[in-house]
């Protein structure tokens, strides 16, 4: 029974087979096939739709992260990698503020040098940053010479930097570069003087701040 | 012919979003009226929760038989997550209704395939009918959908198909594609793919003309 020739389709009744309205009987002279097509493509049943919950969830998440277009989310990231640098920058800043305050206020032209070398060179120590860590037992001498001002302002200058690009406006409302600031003899002139500070051994004063109080004891 | 698709453009994961999804429709009265369709997608465009509830009323179906037959009992989960990614994904999606219809479904099958891939196995519908041992016979299962009409016994069916042919016949007849965008979904020719579907047809109507008559026997 089973081997009886069915009848060939056409292209042409194939084609029209799997256009017709999804869910309605094709009049094809293939009833069988007809019905099974349109049994496949019967209207929606309701446990076919039990994820709508979900799906409209996601949406919902999606249009939140997304809602004024893709812009939002790149935003966002520079505005945390913005707070995350500031962040960052202060806690350097903090770090090595105590240092670049003793040290800038320490040397700072109006000031003699009284007191400066025990409180310098203990915080060169914390720091441990430069090239003069290992002689925190002469004190008298490297205070005023490029060690005590130049780490810590190097820190700072560091700091300053690294957040730099982003945030200078905020750096320099931030207390903890204000000994930077007046090291380097005013906002404008950080950048650069942190470039020669960076930039330069240390030691070597060929320095463009006016401010920059260590360089005329050479 | 200068609107062979290249659908080497559709990654298997994520990189469909973005790509303009407007296949020329060859053929009307497709399932559902245009208008209110677009108007649909409009709306969920604006971020409309309601245009997207009845975008996915409208495709979410077609979809899940599609998937049924493709990685069987999985599917809700398959598709569960297809409609993560469409829903992710929806702001980049540029196209209209039929565009939408293959875009998910694109996501969708890929989704199928990764579930493949990662359970190491062969897709339900691989092999011919012989191939498939199940508890039922084609006859059985091609006089279940003949005698019931019910739409699961037409899926399991069809899934009886070699896979390309059960594809091509799902992807046009119950997603309701016409064969360009069934053949960009498929990554293939629209040439391939009208023949693959000509061939389910014609092997469709073979199982069923094995099959004892549609007359009221539910056995012999």
């Not at chain 1, 060169?124 to 490029?146: E, L, Q, R, W």
Request: proline content about 7%; overall charge positive.
């Amino acid at each position: 029974m089973s081997n009886h020739r069915f009848r060939r389709i056409s292209r042409r009744t194939a084609e029209r087979l799997l256009c017709d309205a999804p869910g309605r009987t094709r009049a094809t002279g293939h009833d069988r096939l007809s019905e099974v097509l349109a049994a496949a493509s019967a209207p929606a049943r309701d446990r076919e739709l039990t994820g709508e919950q979900a799906a409209l969830a996601a949406f919902r998440a999606a249009r939140l992260a997304t809602a004024p277009q893709r812009r939002r989310p790149r935003m966002l990231k520079i505005a945390l990698a913005n707070v995350l640098t500031v962040k960052i920058a202060a806690v350097t800043a903090a770090a090595a503020g105590g240092i670049a305050l003793a040290a800038a206020t320490g040397t700072l032209p109006g000031q003699r040098h009284e007191e400066p070398s025990p409180a310098a060179d203990t915080n060169v120590v914390a720091t441990t940053s430069v090239t003069t860590k290992d002689k925190p037992n002469s004190p008298d001498k490297k205070p005023d010479n490029s060690a005590s001002p130049s780490p810590s302002l190097k820190g700072l200058c560091q700091a300053y930097t690294a957040g730099a690009g982003s945030e200078h406006g905020k750096a320099h409302e931030n207390p903890a570069f204000s000994a930077l600031i007046t090291a380097a003899g005013g906002a404008d002139k950080v950048p650069a003087f942190c470039a020669d500070q960076l930039g330069e051994k240390p030691g070597k004063p060929d320095h463009t701040a006016p401010g920059k109080p260590t360089k005329p004891e050479r | 012919m200068p609107r062979v698709q290249s659908a080497a453009g559709f990654g298997d994961s994520g990189e469909i979003s973005g790509v303009v999804w407007s296949p020329r429709r060859s053929s009307a009265g497709r399932s559902i009226a245009d208008t209110g369709a677009e108007a649909m997608l409009t709306a969920a465009r604006r971020g409309d929760e309601d245009g997207f509830r009845a975008l996915y009323r409208e495709v979410q179906p077609k979809l899940l038989r599609y998937l049924q037959v493709l990685v069987g009992a999985d599917a809700e989960d398959v598709a569960s997550d297809a409609w993560l990614q469409i829903a992710r994904d929806f702001g980049s999606f540029r196209g209209d209704v039929d565009g939408f219809r293959g875009w998910a479904t694109t996501i969708a099958r890929n989704r199928a395939m990764d579930h493949l891939r990662r359970q190491q196995r062969r897709p339900v519908v691989h092999g011919t009918v012989e191939d498939v041992a199940e508890p039922a016979g084609p006859e059985d299962t091609a006089q279940a959908a003949v005698d019931s009409v019910a739409t699961d016994a037409a899926l399991a069916l069809i899934a009886r198909l070699p896979r390309d042919q059960a594809e091509a016949v799902l992807l046009r007849v119950v997603v309701g594609l016409d064969a360009k965008a069934a053949a960009k979904v498929l990554g293939k020719r629209p040439g391939a793919v009208r023949t693959a579907a000509h061939r389910g047809l014609r092997t469709l109507a073979a199982h069923l003309d094995k099959a004892p008559p549609p007359g009221r026997t539910p056995s012999e």
